[in-house]
């Protein structure tokens, strides 16, 4: 599985933005996909997750309330929606794709649980 994340950008405070994760193949429907961020001089950071069903949705408490996660695997893509963005919101953010177990509910916040990942897409908010 190959994934073009997209969408980032510079943006005001208070404002939104919707990132897209494009995947490549026909087996996109069969797996969890992940959102995680990395913000300079931090390590990498769980956002948000969506099982491969779209029945499992999973959120950071820093982001729950603000962002939405949603699929669509007719269009092999996954959308994260951001919206009251906040300046601690910057970051590269990354998309990531696993198959399989682990299937708890702490799993699906662990990098370890996805196989593919990526190339990023930068998000900048302006105070």
């Known amino acids: 599985v190959q994934l073009q994340a997209s969408g980032g950008g510079l943006v005001q405070a208070g404002g939104s933005l919707r990132l897209s994760c494009a995947a490549s193949g026909r087996t996109f429907s069969s797996y969890d996909m992940g959102w995680f961020r990395q913000a300079p001089g931090k390590e990498r950071e769980f956002v948000s997750a969506i099982g491969w069903s779209g029945g499992r949705i999973y959120y950071a408490d820093s982001v729950k309330g603000r962002f939405t996660i949603s699929r669509d695997n007719a269009k092999n893509t996954v959308y994260l929606q951001m919206n009251s963005l906040k300046p601690e919101d910057t970051a590269v953010y990354y998309c990531?794709?696993?198959?399989?177990?682990?299937?708890?509910?702490?799993?699906?916040?662990?990098?370890?649980?996805?196989?593919?990942w990526g190339q990023g897409t930068l998000v900048t908010v302006s105070s």
């Open positions: 990531a794709a696993g198959r399989g177990p682990p299937y708890s509910v702490g799993s699906y916040y662990n990098e370890a649980k996805y196989d593919y």
